[in-house]
């Protein structure tokens, strides 16, 4: 039987423990393509490039069994483009995005989902791991 497909997306910059658990649990609900946001948006939104570059850090996700495509978030913050193109079933996320507003930053409304058959399922944060914490243990290792 085919399984549906899982949208989920993001920057995946230094794949470590909390990546992997998260795109694991998206694995559950289906085959999972990750929209990888690209070094320009990165730049654009975060005021500093990626550690790791777009090729590097699609090849790791490429890599996780976990994952079965990555397609570029060429759209920017309109993520529109790139949940058009993939077409899936769910869009997959963590809960850290529950008191931002999600479809602002992702540039949809419910109205919009609701129209593509799309669901929108918030997946519990993984505590004590995150790109910014790794920046900061190497931080004070230097």
């Not at 990165?42 to 994952?67: D, H, N, Q, W």
């Not at 944060?125 to 230097?142: A, D, P």
Request: proline share 4%; aromatic share 12%; charged share 30%.
């Amino acid at each position: 039987m085919k399984r549906q497909i899982i949208y989920t997306g993001g920057t995946f910059d230094l794949f470590h423990r909390g990546h992997l658990e998260f795109l694991r649990r998206c694995h559950e609900f289906g085959d999972v393509t990750v929209a990888l946001n690209t070094d320009e948006f990165i730049s654009a939104y975060k005021g500093k490039p990626p550690i790791m570059t777009f090729e590097e850090r699609e090849a790791v996700l490429l890599g996780c069994r976990f994952v079965e495509d990555v397609v570029p978030n060429e759209g920017g913050e309109d993520s529109r483009p790139a949940i058009e193109r993939v077409a899936p079933a769910m869009i997959v996320i963590g809960s850290d995005w529950a008191r931002k507003d999600y479809y602002k930053q992702m540039g949809f409304s419910q109205d919009w989902l609701d129209e593509r058959g799309i669901g929108l399922c918030y997946l519990p944060y993984t505590l004590g791991i995150s790109t910014t914490e790794l920046k900061r243990r190497v931080s004070e290792r230097t």
